[in-house]
């Protein structure tokens, strides 16, 4: 995951989950030729004044269902458990 966030220490901002496209088959939170587009998700987020973190998922078939949304999954309880470590989320 990629976190994009302009706060200072002890400021929270609203949070932007971004999960790339695929049908949990193909893609991923960054180009596959380095092109920035993916990220400009990120830096548009940012520039809104909010905090984005932009994850990427294990693909089908070589993960099997449903290891995308457990991914998913993942990620929110990273973000309840450890987001206030990041400025994400007020501790709990």
Not at 20 to 46: C, L, M, R, T
Not at 57 to 78: F, H, K, V
Request: glycine share 14%.
């Amino acid at each position: 995951m990629d976190i994009y966030s302009s706060g200072t220490a002890g400021e929270l901002k609203p949070v932007v989950v971004y999960v790339h496209g695929g049908a949990f088959i193909a893609g991923d939170k960054s180009a596959a030729d380095g092109a920035p587009f993916y990220e400009n998700v990120g830096a548009w987020a940012k520039m809104q004044g909010f905090a984005c973190v932009a994850m990427t998922y294990r693909l089908a078939p070589a993960n099997g269902w449903p290891t995308g949304s457990e991914d998913i999954s993942l990620l929110i309880a990273w973000l309840h458990t450890e987001g206030h470590a990041h400025g994400l989320i007020a501790p709990a």
